[in-house]
């Protein structure tokens, strides 16, 4: 837009081309857009995507589940050692005893739940 309002017609000539030529290459632009968008419509398919947001969430909450179970073991495990080393003064044996017991009954209770899971999925 440097130009000068000195040369009068010309000026407005050059303005007018390279508006032109600027709503040619927006046009251009405009119509690779539509197309793009056209093919990448045809591609996706809503459906697909709909199902795999479930399949994950169904994945995440079992995972969260899967973990709760191993976590609840080792702590109600170790909650009973502790109560057992306060009543018998037998620290800190029954605290190991029963932490190692709690993960053990936290890991058949993992492996329950994702043996379960898998013939649900198996079965459907």
């Known amino acids: 837009m440097a130009q000068s309002t000195g040369h009068g017609e010309n000026g407005d000539r050059d303005r ?5 030529a600027l709503s040619d290459r927006l046009g251009n632009l405009d119509q690779r857009l539509s197309e793009f968008r056209d093919r990448r419509a045809k591609t996706e398919q809503p459906a697909g995507d709909e199902e795999d947001t479930a399949a994950r969430a169904s994945a995440m909450a079992l995972g969260f589940r899967l973990s709760s179970e191993l976590v609840a073991g080792v702590a ?4 009973i050692g502790w109560g057992f080393d306060r009543l018998l003064s037998t620290s800190p044996f029954g605290f190991i005893v029963f932490l190692l017991l709690g993960f053990v009954a936290g890991v058949v209770n993992v492996v329950r739940s994702a043996g379960a899971g898998q013939n649900r999925r198996g079965g459907s």
Request: without cysteine; proline residues 0%.
């Open 16 to 20: 007018s081309s390279e508006e032109a």
């Open 76 to 79: 109600v495990g170790a909650g």
